[in-house]
């Protein structure tokens, strides 16, 4: 079965339990829509141009493929998947029907080079969103998006409206210009953790970089197999570099990015760490125990293998607190997470559908 | 991974196994005695010593560096501690404490450390007369004939150490 249609299946049947939903997507349906939310001179100054938004959206999230909007979630009249309140509680919102739902937009801010417009265009869409979704469904909380080129310009927004209630994180796209470790980016973490936010590392970024770590693959299908090599890259990152010394608070979700890659990165990390700790001795405890600490993932993609064999990888994870449920919505996955809860314990199976995002989150 | 054969003996076994003059500051040399491989460090100016076997994997231990203390508590904020050594296996590059023996990251994992000391020539002509205390055979051996003049001689003691308890590595 399709789980997040629930196809043959009542939300009661496959889990009776709390739902929490960490990964649902607002997708901005045009620039127009911003403009409300931009300063006159932006506004002119699209429109002189022609500009209609950040080139990016559509090499990361290429429009008609069913990975960015399944079939069933594309409204029949051509209205932009996602784009609007409604169709998110008429596909999610209701029938899960969610205790929360962390809204995630994706608008490709960062492929935008334009010092001043990377600021406008996250202005405006944090200002959407809070105008759009969250003034009108308490469910909701939501990310808020930066331009993430420039950590100074990315603190400053995260200080302008982090301290909205609506907004519990701040979406980083997982590629970026430089790993997001690096100092240079102290500035934007200071700003996530005095305000209380999350960081989300989530699919997507820097169009003109290459998609993989070395460079640009022939096919879609290559990129979108290996971004999980770029979510272990920046994870590294951010352990080696000391982030979670720098800054003990900061917590990390991994979004869109799966997990089935994890225990095998740990334990390479922690056999790294054993060996070669000395050039980064401020890491001072197992990379594994870091994780468990500072990370959590969604289950979107779940990048199911064969259960008696997740099974196992689930017991590698070595916690039952690290996984949080995600539809993902609108976007395709044909992981049946019956299955896959299945093979949890009760307490494992209450964490992962709600308690682990509702105490991460702080909802 | 079977630990040498080792002779519990009611009293230690002592082995002369050089003059401290031999093993300059920060340096070793690799002795045998009483079957097993032990290297003997001078480090801040006293002697230690540890069994060239590597509880991780039996790497040889004391064919690694020997490397001073790194930490720090924040990123960009690196310090030293020049008072304290590690012995790197040359496998894995894992850390011991040179003076007890002590895995860096698991201090539940232990090299087994021997007491090494400083003793006086007429003190050893009478245990050797004993035959409380051996010469190991090597280099040494020429050095401890002479046990008569008056110098001093490096002593690796296999007395029995409290029970380790040997993790199976990770």
């Known amino acids: 079965m399709t789980t997040a249609l629930l196809e043959d299946m009542t939300r009661e049947q496959f889990w009776s339990g709390s739902v929490i939903d960490c990964d649902v997507h607002a997708v901005v349906p045009s620039l127009d829509t911003l403009f409300p939310y931009q300063d006159k001179v932006w506004v002119d100054a699209a429109r002189e141009r022609g500009f209609r938004g950040p080139a990016g959206l559509a090499l990361t999230y290429p429009p008609a493929l069913a990975t960015t909007a399944r079939p069933e979630w594309r409204p029949a009249d051509g209205t932009v998947p996602a784009s609007d309140l409604s169709q998110l509680r008429r596909d999610i919102l209701d029938p899960w029907r969610v205790d929360r739902a962390i809204l995630n937009c994706y608008y490709a801010i960062d492929s935008l080079r334009h010092p001043d417009w990377a600021i406008v265009m996250a202005r405006s869409v944090n200002d959407w969103i809070i105008d759009q979704w969250l003034n009108k469904d308490d469910r909701l909380v939501a990310s808020l998006v930066i331009p993430a080129r420039d950590p100074a310009a990315a603190a400053a927004e995260i200080d302008r409206i982090g301290g909205h209630p609506g907004f519990v994180q701040v979406l980083l796209p997982v590629r970026s210009e430089r790993l997001y470790g690096q100092r240079v980016f102290w500035p934007l973490f200071e700003a996530i953790e005095r305000n209380g936010l999350v960081a989300g590392l989530h699919w997507g970024g820097l169009a003109e970089h290459g998609p993989t770590p070395t460079g640009y693959a022939s096919w879609y299908v290559e990129e979108y197999a290996e971004e999980s090599q770029v979510f272990g890259a920046q994870l590294t990152s951010m352990i080696v570099e000391g982030l979670f010394q720098k800054f003990p608070e900061l917590r990390v979700s991994i979004l869109e990015g799966g997990f089935t890659w994890l225990p095998t990165w740990a334990w390479n990390l922690n056999k790294k760490w054993k060996g070669l700790r000395r050039e980064f001795p401020w890491v001072d405890r197992l990379p594994s125990e870091i994780i468990r600490d500072h990370f959590r993932f969604s289950i979107a993609p779940a990048d199911m293998g064969p259960p008696d064999q997740m099974k196992r990888l689930l017991g590698w994870l070595g916690t039952e607190d690290l996984l949080m449920y995600a539809s993902d919505y609108p976007h395709l996955h044909t992981d049946d997470l019956s299955v896959l809860l299945g093979l949890m314990s009760d307490t494992m199976q209450t964490n992962v559908m709600a308690e682990t995002a509702r105490r991460w989150y702080r909802l | ?170």
């Open chain 2, 1 to 170: 991974m079977a630990e040498p054969t080792e002779q519990r003996v009611s009293k230690p076994q002592r082995f002369i196994v050089g003059r401290p003059s031999s093993i300059p500051e920060g340096g070793h040399v690799l002795v045998t005695a009483g079957g097993h491989e032990i290297g003997v460090y001078r480090f801040g100016g006293r002697f230690y010593g540890l069994l060239n076997r590597c509880p991780h994997l039996a790497g040889p231990l004391c064919k690694g560096q020997v490397v001073t203390e790194v930490f720090s508590p924040m990123p960009g904020d690196v310090r030293g501690n020049p008072d304290r050594a590690f012995v790197t296996c040359p496998w894995h590059n894992w850390e011991f404490d040179i003076k007890t023996g002590q895995s860096y990251w698991n201090p539940k994992l232990r090299v087994r450390p021997f007491p090494v000391g400083v003793e006086g020539a007429e003190a050893l002509t009478a245990a050797v007369e004993r035959g409380d205390t051996e010469r190991v055979p090597g280099p040494y051996t020429a050095e401890t004939v002479p046990i008569e003049i008056e110098d001093e001689y490096l002593v690796v003691s296999l007395r029995a150490v409290p029970a380790i308890r040997l993790e199976p590595a990770p």
